[in-house]
């Protein structure tokens, strides 16, 4: 599924540059559900970027689904994103204009489907989410995890092949936290492929896999036993 | 792209991005709304004054000039300066039979006369005139008739006055025709009463068969004043030109010397005031457009506020697929809705105006500008302008709005 070999980033500050991925290899299989680790400034984010193809490597290989990506254009970078990525953010970043289910259906705006079929699968993947009934409400009306939620629901409904989550309880409540956590766990056990950025370990415990970044290298990679989040609702 | 705009789904995206902050699109708009309403009303106002005088000129013959003998200023083949030139009927003859292009030439005498009524009188300009002059300058006629041929025939004792002296003379609504008013000791029967309408020169308050004021005054074949009308396509100045040098050497008058004869053509007039509606036209069109410019920047000037707002959330579309052009094509298209609907408003608000400075001042005899409008290719030209502009402005936002890079705008806060 995802394929990533000797990548290094550095980012320019001041005179100097900051060396923040200093040759990350990592390997991850289809159904697979990573926690990516690490204190601030450990590259994690800026790993994840990359993934999302909303940042690019100064060197390395980075192929998904056997497609590598290098020097993408700002178009193909959309274009790919569009089809093949679902993001979740820590901060939501629902557009707060639009109603729950018109944000749920904007990735599929861009993919050119037509408005009746948009506003099925939206309300599909909104159903998905249990959150049928707040389908014309804006985000604003809805509570963190309600709209984290509908952030779910938006990063599923363009279908992708993998779903990249930066800190997606980083604002959210312990007992909310778990509930989401609940959600992306039965995304994975019907075959998503996640990958999650977070550095609370009780939340990286209910993944199948951590890995650790310190200082821009790997320093631990191992499978673990998922905690189910279900136990804890 | 036509598909496109067609589309509900681009419409609902500028309409939610325009409801969001209603009272930031409104101000955008004034200015696009204020510069096509003085376009629009300035535009109908001035064509309103053309009307106008299109309408006072109408009755008149525009290719036509009035002429009369003056005072010498120069010595001449034994003269002395300052001699008084009198024309006379022959030179009327003379002028038609020897100027290229000349249509008619109508004498005519000018006359100081006191007119008297009951216990009223007053002094008036008046002229002796033949029918003719109701061709050349119509009459406004108000009551009865103009002076006819069988008036010249027989000499007859009536009169033409205009409204003025029907004020001075006659009771408020009180019917003149008929009635007698005396002068020169003489019993004049009033015909007609007429509105003046003024291009120069003395105003005429009143109008007496040629024949009866050459009776009258003694004239024998003196004249005071020619009207001298030419062929449609010959130009009166060089008829005026003809005419003078003709008048200038029966008359044994200097070539340079400017004061022996005296007048004006009415082409000269017309062309001046043409000109001067042409000037407050382009001024309009003028004050019009800098103005559009001017609104139309300022919706580029808070698009670009918006653009700069909205950072975050064009970060997360881009995220979610959306491609710069994308991006970009959903900018212009506000920029040109903000255009359109502020350019549709000044075009409503402008037409209302307009037809109320119709009912208020386009309304009576006396009004000085006739039904004022603007043609719809105006309307459309000033869309045209609107949307070309918007779209031109609406670049600045979008390309300053795909200038950063997602990962970057994902950051903002």
């Known amino acids: ?233 | 792209m036509i598909k496109f705009l067609l589309e509900k789904d681009t419409w609902q995206e500028v309409f939610d991005s325009l409801s969001k902050n209603k009272l930031r699109s409104i101000l955008t708009m004034v200015g696009v709304w204020w510069g096509i309403l003085l376009l629009i009303s300035l535009l109908g106002s001035s064509r309103g004054i053309e009307n106008n005088f299109n309408r006072m000129f109408e009755n008149y013959a525009t290719n036509s000039l009035f002429l009369s003998g003056g005072n010498t200023s120069m010595p001449f083949k034994g003269y002395q300066e300052g001699r008084k030139i009198k024309l006379n009927l022959d030179d009327a003859k003379k002028i038609k039979e020897n100027v290229e292009g000349v249509e008619y030439v109508l004498p005519s005498h000018q006359l100081q006369i006191t007119l008297s009524r009951k216990s009223l009188s007053a002094s008036f300009i008046g002229k002796g005139e033949f029918p003719f002059n109701d061709v050349l300058a119509k009459k406004d006629l108000l009551w009865g008739r103009y002076i006819n041929q069988t008036d010249i025939d027989e000499h007859k004792k009536v009169i033409v006055i205009s409204e003025d002296v029907y004020k001075q003379l006659f009771e408020k609504d009180e019917n003149p025709i008929g009635k007698i008013v005396y002068g020169e000791n003489l019993g004049f029967t009033v015909i007609g009463v007429y509105k003046v309408v003024n291009f120069g020169g003395p105003q005429i308050d009143v109008d007496i068969p040629f024949t009866t004021s050459q009776q009258i005054f003694g004239r024998g074949n003196t004249i005071d004043w020619m009207t001298i009308t030419g062929y449609e396509n010959f130009d009166i100045n060089q008829i005026d030109a003809d005419v003078k040098l003709l008048l200038k050497n029966i008359h044994s008058i200097h070539p340079d010397d400017n004061r022996g004869l005296f007048g004006f053509n009415l082409g000269d007039r017309f062309d001046q005031i043409t000109g001067f509606l042409t000037g407050m036209q382009f001024l309009t069109w003028f004050v019009g457009i800098a103005t559009l410019i001017a609104g139309v920047f300022a919706i580029g000037g808070i698009l670009l506020i918006s653009v700069k707002e909205r950072t975050k959330e064009i970060g997360v579309r881009r995220a979610l697929g959306a491609t710069p052009f994308l991006i970009k094509r959903q900018i212009i298209i506000e920029s040109i809705a903000i255009s359109l609907i502020a350019g549709f408003l000044g075009i409503i608000s402008g037409g209302l105006i307009l037809m109320l400075v119709n009912k208020t001042l386009g309304i009576g005899e006396d009004a000085f500008m006739r039904n004022p409008s603007v043609s719809i290719a105006i309307v459309f030209f000033a869309l045209l302008i609107v949307i070309t502009l918007g779209t031109l402005i609406g670049l600045i936002p979008a390309f300053k709005a795909t200038s950063v890079k997602p990962i970057d705008a994902l950051r903002e806060e």
Not at chain 1, 80 to 97: H, T
Not at chain 1, 200 to 207: K, L, S, W
Request: net charge neutral.
């Open chain 1, 1 to 233: 599924m995802l394929e990533i070999r000797e990548l290094h980033k550095s980012y320019p500050i001041g005179g100097s540059s900051l060396h923040v991925l200093k040759g990350i290899n990592l390997s991850v299989k289809d159904g697979e559900m990573v926690a990516i680790m690490g204190s601030s400034g450990s590259g994690k984010s800026t790993l994840l970027n990359i993934i999302g193809m909303l940042d690019e490597a100064d060197s390395g290989e980075y192929i998904l689904d056997d497609l590598p990506i290098k020097d993408l254009t700002e178009k193909k970078a959309a274009v790919y994103r569009n089809k093949f990525l679902g993001f979740i953010f820590q901060s939501f970043n629902l557009i707060n204009y639009k109603t729950a289910l018109e944000n749920v259906a904007l990735p599929l705006y861009y993919q050119g489907v037509n408005r009746k079929e948009r506003q099925q699968q939206a309300m599909f993947h909104l159903g998905k989410v249990g959150l049928t009934d707040w389908a014309k409400h804006l985000p604003k009306e809805l509570s963190g995890g309600q709209n984290q939620r509908v952030a779910i629901a938006r990063a599923l409904a363009a279908n992708p092949k993998l779903l990249l989550a930066d800190e997606p309880t980083g604002a959210l409540d312990t007992k909310t936290s778990y509930e989401i956590m609940e959600f992306i766990q039965q995304l994975n056990d019907e075959g998503k492929t996640i990958l999650m950025v977070t550095h609370e370990e009780d939340i990286a415990n209910m993944c199948k896999r951590i890995v650790r970044l310190r200082d821009g290298v790997i320093m631990e990679d191992k499978k673990v036993t998922q905690v189910r989040a279900e136990h804890y609702v």
